[in-house]
């Protein structure tokens, strides 16, 4: 057990956290407006700031618990089922508040008020999005505790913790790197097609992710009680 496991362990809930509708939503928006940069930085770094700070937080608290230890498998087993358990319901959630064929997802109000939205409050959002939000708080949650599993070492959980936040920011600061490195026509036709992706499957993006990510937390929940 060491930095190969922790790095596979985590890829499926940063994939999880990257499938987040509403925060690329929320960028595409900012990065179409006049102070686009300023914003959309702010946004991207409070996701990535949020995300960094709650999953190196939750695996040193898992560290110092004690969840490498043989002797909790059984507990870290539990855990994972929960969290399972938790993403399916909200994945029957999300399904029952499907909108009708032909109609747009109903979003948060202050997904509206991205135009005007200075850059302390996307950064905020930003973190909210990424560290408190319900889905990606259990996926993150997961991954940490998968990371203070496998006892890795200092700079190899770094490394893992790195490599979770870079792949579940991937959606979200992507956009404001692209923009920053190339201005042109390509490049916003590329966000508008990214916005209407995300704004008109989010359900469908929501669901599929909490149905398969539940699915797989299930399945190392009993894979770990049992070992």
Excluded at 28 to 37: F, G, Q, S, V, Y
Excluded at 82 to 101: D, K, T, V, Y
Excluded at 141 to 163: D, E, F
Excluded at 222 to 227: D, H, L, R
């Amino acid at each position: 057990m060491g930095l190969g496991a922790a790095i596979g362990a985590v890829l499926p809930p940063a994939v999880g956290v990257a499938l987040s509708p509403l925060p690329v939503v929320a960028v595409t928006r900012i990065l179409a407006t006049e102070n686009a940069l300023r914003t959309g930085l702010a946004l991207a770094g409070g996701w990535v700031g949020g995300l960094a700070v709650a999953t190196a937080a939750v695996v040193a608290v898992a560290d110092s618990a004690g969840a490498g230890m043989s002797r909790n498998s059984a507990a870290i087993g539990a855990l994972f089922l929960a969290f399972g358990i938790f993403l399916l319901l909200l994945a029957a959630s999300e399904w029952r508040r499907r909108p009708r064929p032909g109609r747009q997802p109903k979003l948060p109000d202050w997904t509206a008020a991205v135009e005007t939205m200075q850059p302390v409050t996307a950064a905020g959002i930003g973190v909210m999005l990424s560290a408190a939000n319900p889905k990606n708080l259990c996926l993150l949650l997961a991954a940490a505790m998968s990371i203070a599993r496998q006892n890795p070492g200092p700079g190899q959980t770094v490394v893992a913790v790195a490599l979770f936040v870079v792949i579940g920011s991937l959606t979200v600061a992507g956009p404001v790197v692209a923009l920053l490195t190339r201005r042109d026509g390509a490049v916003r036709a590329w966000l508008s097609s990214l916005h209407d992706w995300f704004l008109r499957d989010h359900g469908t993006i929501t669901f599929m992710t909490l149905l398969l990510l539940g699915t797989v937390l299930l399945g190392n929940g009993i894979a770990t009680i049992t070992a």
